[in-house]
């Protein structure tokens, strides 16, 4: 009898590390942002400010990321005193700064229309009820990054134009098999100087808002495997109040 | 000797001699992988001119702008852009490619790849199944066919993409069942075999009529080869034909020749399913050649038998018609060819490489082609006549690699058919195919540079046809073949012919024929120190006999020959043989008497090829011997170890290496570091062969068929038989992994010194349609190995210099395992005067001295600590006060520039803030104004207040000249031109005039103003000191 016990218990135990092995892909997304402060925190988020420093080529540029519900985002950055705004984004218009001007231009419309079909979704995060935003996960398989197991999970958006033609907005996520936070994402581009340019960003140096979410404060990019420039975070602010024309492309100047 | 170059010396010692590894025995150290290689990444240098031998093409279905390559040993390559770039898309499998097919119903999704090139020469590689893609090449997954070895051709039914057929030709070296036509009905899930012949006969090509997809054509080809023979042609070979997808097959062969039939090649017009063509190898002359159907296969005649039309069938079955005339088609050959008269009459195409495999024709305009040759991917835009290649399909097939010693050194070494070269490690803007240098023609095989004349090679072409000793300077090539003598037999030589340099007399060579040859004046006299070391079995000799229906003796099955020599790097009279008939023979009295010692060796299959030699440089009785034994269809690893001069050998492989093995490496400083080539990538152990880990960072599993380490910067060089050369830069790190690493949370590296480098040459070049090599990084490097990755908290890096000022932050490595963090010795740039437009000079990095740094790195609440060193470029044309009068310009500069930028800082807030008040009181008009046209007229002066950063500038002023000087003396390592001091003293000038300026409106006119606010309840202006100034960011 206790032989048999121990039997059963065995399969039970088994049973338990086999349903550990096969995760679906919403178990990984769940332990994601149970791990990270928990889904209603994230659901809370506002919008994001995230002041910081870019470092490529030997430079330390500092650098200000602002994102808000509903897709309105803002990068800029600062050379020699001044603010150069390198993309931003108002909900409708989509523009960058001509570096010989110093001029706001518009960017061309396909991509402005491409960010309106994802960009509003994508905040706080892109997995945050992914379903309800018209988005697919899948989980294929595992892969080690950096020495380190993850959950391979593909994460496919709204189709986007590309020179005309709709396209999938294809990305891939490396979730950490241990802790079950992202520590790398790739895509490859689709169009200008970066077509069929391999991407991958790590994260790392995951810290505690103040909003209670964790979030990766230090972010290095590869391009087709070499690296390229990475992004820390000094300070991330949270839910505070954004004015709505820091997003509008400034006119006649 | 100045002290710089002393402290190199010393520093570069402990890594010179065997330091602390020692002889001793290894624990086990079970890292895989990237656990241990954590972001070491290889780099690829090509070359791409002549590219590689490419075996299947295939172009989109309606997008004329993309086109898929397949190569023999490079993998599959997509252009999406018409042509002009192509990507890597396989780089996580087997790079030897047999087919490549789209789905029709989903071309930009859906592609499978099956593996196992069927263009069977002697070094053919072999592939592992089929593939598929359902995400347009970003992912592969294998759908099974595992001991396929070579796939034909992949046909996917246009009405239904779950229904695949695939051709399988199979095992070349030995029978097998594993071959035939398959089809799967489940999108590859599972396969049927639905036609087999026997297990020596395969299916070598599969067509679908493009009308009707339930008629396929199936050409099924006997054949075989050995390592000293080949064999095309036997009474199963056939042509079949299917009307039910493959339920039912018939042969058609009503017109062909009878007897015995070789390799067929079979195509389908598109424009009308009823024109085939085939061409027919069978046993006599006038029935070999292009046979035309014009009722789907029911009847044949005979057309033509032209060379082009028979040449070589193994190499060149394939026909391919025209999209919209069923009477213009293109056949492989040695030139290729076309008719245009329905296959009566052909012409030979225009200029291009020689060995032509497949073609594609661009169905919207068929003039434009594109043509699959050993030499790379040609196109034409007139049918045919002219040619231009395609230069960046970096798919080079290098049979052997060596090192030299120059600076940076050079790698040399031969290709399939595509000569002997060199070319450098490094070069200005990227090693670009124009810094390749040609050392020998016809298939290229072993190359090497005299160890101390630089000007001198050493190359060969197939079965030692030529052997060249070639005077780069002089260009000109002298044959120092060794000849047989009086009484002497034929001297044999293998297709890539032993031939090595000795480690102790810079004029010495060895080549291998049967005997082995020894010459001491550089190939001028040869003196024969061997009896013959083979075993010389007459059976394994009849090369002449080889080929089958059709003759081929070409010298590539030549056999019962040395194929490994190797001197001992300890005792020159130790020699190491390896045989390619499986013997291992070794010398230790300079060849009076040689013992074949393979009979000792445990578990290895008799004959099985002595690959090659590896006498240690840590012990003359060691010595390891790769065996490899793939063309007697075993596909097993072989690497054994001596140690007591081939007495006894132990194995030194496991159950990681997957594959056969070409190439062993022993590392030059830790006798436990050892290096594998197998026929699917680069192996590594740093226990002396307990574990083995695949080495994948930019390293494809691409066959590796040779190793060198260069002794001065410790750079792992990969001769890849389908990925040109492929560089590990300084493998130190590997060097150091030890049981005691492994269990440290953070142990940082040893590296030597870094040097300076002081080079900076223009570049130019890099344009899109051409192959660039990456060069190797110049920065210091701070390595150190993580237990495990860091995710979360806070991980930071500084430098400090010896004084313990903070000189640097660095973004640190996370990786489990080894870290490599580039340091660029620079300073940040300096803060610079706002103004309308960017000052570009002001982004230019100040370079550190010379001298030792600490790097700090903090995880967590932990703190390690490490020393890097950078030492002066000892080619430097500098001296040290040189160096110290710029840095010190430099930093003059500098702090100009920052100063500069404080001053406008403290001019624009008293401006401003002067205006501001100036609107809340009228009655400051009287002060203030003037005091504005005072600040304005000086700011003008100083910095650039209008205008854009291209040809819209303004004329530059004081800032602009400023960073000008400062950019330029920062730019170059020695002393500042007297023209630049010149310079700087006049900007000095100017500066100390705005100082006093500035200054004294600061001390002067503002308090006043200030005071008088204070009256007037409004704020007073304040200025905020250098280092508020330096620390804001805004």
Redesign the interface.
């Known amino acids: 009898m206790k032989t048999l016990k121990s039997i059963a218990l065995t399969a039970i135990l088994s049973l338990a590390a086999w349903s550990v092995q096969a995760q679906t892909v919403d178990e990984v997304i769940d332990k994601y942002f149970e791990n990270t402060g928990g889904k209603a925190k994230w659901a809370a988020l506002k919008s994001i400010k995230i002041s910081g420093k870019a470092?490529a080529q030997?430079?330390?540029i500092?650098l200000t990321i602002v994102q808000e519900q509903g897709g309105k985002q803002k990068v800029s950055i600062?050379?020699?005193?001044?603010?150069i705004t390198q993309v931003a984004f108002d909900g409708s218009n989509a523009w960058t700064t001509n570096?010989?001007?110093?001029k706001a231009e518009k960017m061309e419309a396909e991509e402005t229309e491409n960010m309106k079909i994802n960009g509003a979704s994508d905040f706080p995060d892109p997995f945050l009820g992914y379903k309800d935003k018209g988005y697919k996960a899948e989980l294929?398989g595992k892969e080690?990054?950096?020495?380190?197991e993850c959950f391979k999970v593909?994460l496919t958006k709204k189709p986007i134009k590309v020179d005309g033609k709709s396209e999938d907005e294809?990305s891939?996520y490396f979730f950490?098999t241990q802790?079950f936070?992202p520590?790398m994402s790739r895509t490859?581009g689709k169009k200008g100087q970066m077509?069929?340019i391999v991407q991958e960003t790590?994260?790392?140096?995951?810290?505690e808002t103040s909003s209670g979410i964790?979030m990766p404060?230090?972010m290095?990019m590869k391009f087709n495997?070499?690296?390229g420039q990475?992004m820390?975070a000094d300070k991330v602010e949270t839910n505070i109040t954004i004015d709505p024309k820091e997003y509008v492309m400034p006119e006649g100047k | 000797m100045n002290l710089s170059k002393r402290l190199l010396l010393i520093l570069i010692a402990p890594f010179g001699g065997l330091g602390a590894f020692g002889a001793f025995a290894q624990e086990p150290i079970p890292l895989k992988g990237d656990e241990l290689f954590g972001t070491l990444r290889a780099r690829q240098i090509g070359p791409a001119l002549m590219s590689g031998r490419i075996v299947e093409l295939e172009a989109h279905p309606t997008d004329p702008r993309v086109m898929y390559v397949g190569a023999a040993g490079g993998g599959v390559w997509r252009s999406k852009d018409g042509g002009v770039t192509y990507q890597s898309i396989f780089d996580k499998h087997t790079q030897c490619i047999g087919a490549i097919a789209l789905d029709p119903t989903n071309p930009d999704k859906n592609i499978w790849v099956g593996t196992g090139e069927v263009w069977t020469r002697n070094s053919v590689s072999i592939g592992d199944g089929i593939y598929k893609s359902s995400d347009g090449g970003e992912n592969f997954t294998k759908m099974g066919l595992e001991k396929s070895e070579r796939i034909s051709a992949i046909e996917i039914d246009p009405t239904n993409a779950n229904v695949v057929y695939a051709g399988v030709q199979g095992a070349l070296w030995s029978a097998s069942a594993d071959r035939g036509v398959y089809k799967t009905t489940d999108g590859g899930k599972t396969w049927e075999k639905i036609l087999y012949v026997d297990e020596n006969t395969g299916c070598s090509e599969l067509v679908m009529d493009p009308k009707n997809p339930q008629v396929l054509y199936a050409a099924f080809w006997e054949h075989r080869r050995t390592a000293w023979s080949f064999n095309s042609g036997g009474l199963q070979s056939a042509l079949y034909k299917t009307t039910d997808g493959g339920k039912t097959w018939n042969k058609i062969h009503n017109g062909f020749p009878a007897g015995k039939l070789g390799r067929i090649a079979v195509a389908i017009a598109p424009s009308n399913p009823n024109i085939l063509y085939s061409v027919i190898e069978s046993e006599k002359d006038d029935t070999k050649g292009l046979y035309r159907s014009d009722d789907a296969g029911a009847n044949w005649k005979r057309t033509n038998g032209d060379f082009e039309l028979t040449v070589r069938p193994f190499y060149f079955s394939r026909i391919v018609i025209d999209p919209k005339n069923p009477d213009i088609l293109y056949k492989a050959g040695l030139s290729g060819s076309v008719s245009r008269d329905g296959g009566k009459t052909f012409r030979t195409l225009g200029y291009m490489h020689s060995d032509i495999h497949d073609f594609v024709i661009d169905p919207n305009n068929t003039d434009h082609l594109t043509i699959a040759t050993d030499g790379g991917v040609y196109r034409s835009w007139d049918g045919g006549s002219v040619l231009d290649m395609v230069k960046n399909l970096p798919v080079s097939q290098f049979y052997q690699v060596s090192v030299d010693n120059a600076k940076p050194y050079k790698v040399y070494g031969g290709l399939q058919d595509n000569g002997s070269w060199y070319g450098p490690s490094e070069s200005p803007g990227g090693i670009e195919n124009r810094d390749w240098f040609s050392v020998g023609q016809g298939d290229g095989f072993r190359v090497y540079r005299h160890p101390t004349k630089a000007n001198i090679t050493y190359s060969e072409m197939q079965g030692a046809e030529y052997i060249w000793r070639y005077d780069i300077d002089r260009k000109q090539s002298k044959v120092i073949k060794p000849l047989a003598e009086a009484n002497e037999p034929k001297l044999r030589f293998n297709w890539n012919a032993a031939m090595n340099l000795s480690p102790h007399k810079p004029d010495r060579l060895y080549i291998g024929s049967q005997f082995l040859h020894r010459s001491d004046d550089m190939g001028e006299t040869w003196t024969k120190i061997s009896p013959d070391l083979t075993t010389n079995d007459p059976a394994k000799q009849q090369q002449e006999n080889s080929g089958g229906l059709s003759a081929d003796n070409s010298g590539a099955e030549n056999h019962c020959t040395i194929f490994s020599v190797a001197e001992s790097p300890l005792d020159e009279n130790i020699i190491w043989v390896g045989t390619d008939d499986g013997n291992v023979q070794v010398t230790t009295d300079s060849g009076k008497t040689w013992t074949n010692v393979v009979a000792n060796v445990p578990n290895l299959p008799k004959n099985t090829w002595a690959y090659h030699v590896e006498p240690s440089r840590f012990d003359k009785n060691t010595c390891y011997v790769v065996f490899e034994g793939h063309s007697s269809g075993d596909f097993a690893p072989y690497t054994y170890k001596t140690t007591d001069g081939g007495k006894t050998w132990k194995s030194i492989v496991t159950k990681d290496i997957p594959t056969y093995v070409r190439h062993i490496k022993e590392d030059l400083v830790n006798p436990n570091l050892l290096f594998l080539g197998t026929e699917l990538g680069l192996y590594v152990t740093v226990d002396g062969g307990q574990n083995w880990s695949q080495f994948k960072s930019n390293v494809p599993p691409v066959a590796v068929h040779y190793i060198a380490i260069h002794p001065e910067t410790n750079d792992l060089v990969l001769a890849t038989h389908g990925r040109g050369i492929i560089i590990l830069d300084d493998i130190s790190p590997l060097r150091q992994i030890t049981k005691d690493v492994i269990a440290k949370d953070v142990v940082f590296m040893q590296t030597k010194p870094t040097v300076v480098r002081e080079d900076a040459a223009f570049a130019e070049g890099g344009d899109a349609g051409e192959y660039v090599g990456d060069n190797p990084s110049r920065v210091a490097k701070i390595i150190y190995y993580l237990k495990n990755r860091h995710t979360f908290g806070k991980m930071t890096m500084e430098i400090f210099d010896k004084d313990g000022k903070k000189v640097g932050d660095l973004v640190p490595g996370k990786s489990k395992g080894i870290n490599v963090v580039d340091w660029a010795y620079r300073l940040k740039t300096p803060k610079v005067a706002k103004a309308k437009t960017l000052s570009f000079g002001g982004f230019t990095a100040p370079r550190l001295p010379v001298g030792t740094y600490t790097v700090k790195m903090t995880k967590g609440t932990n703190t390690y600590e490490h020393k890097v060193t950078l030492v002066a470029d000892p080619n430097s044309m500098h001296t040290d006060a040189d160096r110290a009068a710029q840095y010190e310009t430099t930093m003059k500069l500098y702090d100009m520039t920052e100063q500069l930028a404080y001053m406008v800082d403290n001019l624009d807030a008293m401006r401003d803030g002067a205006a501001d008040r100036l609107t809340k009181n009228a009655k400051l008009k009287k002060v203030v104004e003037p005091m504005l046209k005072e600040f304005d007229a000086l700011k003008e002066t100083l910095v650039v207040t209008k205008g854009d950063n291209y040809v819209g500038a303004a004329e530059p002023q004081f800032r602009e000249k400023l960073a000008s000087l400062y950019s330029e003396v920062a730019g170059y390592a020695g002393r500042p031109s007297n023209a630049q001091m010149a310079n700087l003293k006049v900007l000095e000038g100017r500066f100390n005039d705005a100082k006093t300026k500035i200054e004294g409106w600061q001390t002067t006119q503002l308090p006043k103003l200030n005071a008088q606010l204070v009256k007037l309840k409004l704020d007073e202006i304040k200025l905020r000191s250098f280092d508020e100034f330096k620390a804001a960011d805004k």
């Open positions: 470092k030997g430079m330390e500092p600062n050379f020699q005193g001044k603010e570096f010989q001007t110093m294929e080690t990054i950096e020495g380190t593909k294809v891939y950490d802790n936070v520590i490859t077509k069929g790590l994260m790392s140096d995951y810290q964790m404060f230090s290095s495997g070499q690296v990475a820390t």
